[in-house]
């Protein structure tokens, strides 16, 4: 399946945060899955962004979780998260639900 909309997310994400973007340990990560428990992979041709269920984004241990659904809406759950990793997350919610609004 062709996904341009998590391809052109990603890059977002990548030219955004080019100096912190999948670092180990204390980088930013994003983790895309649908419900069938498929994660996406840029090498992952049987994913297809209709089916996303859920992204996870994680900086420094801290999480947020976003669950888009088919009224134009999604929710958003986070724990727990460090005063000084807001600004990223906050950054990285907003490029991630820009991005699957033009999804649906």
Known sequence: ???????????????????????????LYVIISDSY???????NDNFDEKDIDEVDIVYQGNEI???????????????????ESIDVLTKAVAIVCGNLKNIW
């Open 65 to 83: 979780s976003i669950y888009p659904n088919l009224f134009g809406k999604c929710e958003i759950h986070a724990g727990s998260l460090k005063y």
């Open 37 to 43: 428990c498929k994660t996406y992979e840029d090498e």
């Open 1 to 27: 399946m062709i996904n341009p909309n998590i391809r052109k997310m990603l890059a977002e994400l990548k030219h955004e945060f080019h100096e912190i973007y999948e670092v180990p340990y204390n980088g």
